[in-house]
């Protein structure tokens, strides 16, 4: 396996439901990232951890539960969620360098439905 | 907040030149960067700019203004393939990207 890898690529739960995203980097990054992309809007930043810190929290409703046990691995818990909260789901990671360039590599997304 | 603005959709024919233009107001700048991204699949990196001027790579370049708050990305010699959304996203401190809703190129044969 190489680069972002989530699992799984589609999902489908009603609201009383309890699933988890899960993802995986195989660059050797130290930060890693949930995005929510919902049609027709921005990428939106819900997660960052930073050598499996969590740095930023933004502002996500907390049926939204992240966890990072070691910083190749992230997972996103998913509770009693909302027909709002379908969308694609992107993990991306990047290394961790303030004064450096990087860019963040992406996951394929997982395809989230709530019915 | 951030704010983010590029243009909903373009279209342009195979061999073209389309210019994706985006300005932003954020509250610090630390870069900016256009990811491409194929319906259905995960945003890739094109570009990167932190200082003005002009970035040339390959039939892909960006520019930027940082007085003006402005980017654009030039796409040369249009193939099919070059059909996807592209994202401006800037950087505003050590790590957290703010992204544009994104332009949806159509390459027409």
């Known amino acids: 396996e190489t680069g972002v890898t989530q699992t799984p690529r589609h999902l489908v739960m009603g609201m009383t439901n309890k699933k988890s995203l899960k993802c995986e980097q195989h660059l050797g990054h130290n930060a890693m990232y949930w995005y929510k992309q919902s049609a027709k809007k921005p990428l939106e930043l819900m997660f960052v951890y930073n050598f499996k810190e969590q740095t930023e929290n933004n502002s996500v409703p907390s049926r939204f539960s992240p966890e990072c046990p070691n910083s190749s691995h992230l997972f996103l818990h998913l509770h009693t969620l909302q027909p709002e909260d379908s969308a694609l789901y992107l993990c991306?990671?990047?290394?961790?360098?303030?004064?450096?360039?990087?860019?963040?590599?992406f996951g394929p997304g997982t395809r989230l439905t709530v019915t | 907040g951030q704010n983010i603005d590029q243009p909903t959709e373009m279209t342009a024919t195979e061999g073209a030149i389309v210019q994706i233009n985006c300005t932003y107001q954020t509250s610090g700048f630390n870069g900016l960067f256009w990811y491409q991204q194929h319906a259905g699949e995960a945003p890739t990196f094109l570009s990167y700019?932190?200082?003005?001027g002009l970035e040339e790579k390959g039939r892909f370049s960006s520019f930027l203004s940082r007085s003006k708050g402005y980017s654009y990305l030039l796409l040369k010699e249009l193939q099919m393939k070059d059909s996807a959304s592209y994202l401006c996203?800037?950087?505003?401190?050590?790590?957290?990207?703010?992204f544009g809703a994104g332009t949806t190129v159509t390459v027409r044969a």
């Open positions: 996203a800037v950087r505003d401190g050590d790590y957290k990207l703010s």
């Open positions: 700019n932190v200082l003005d």
């Open positions: 991306a990671s990047s290394q961790f360098q303030a004064d450096t360039s990087y860019e963040q590599y």
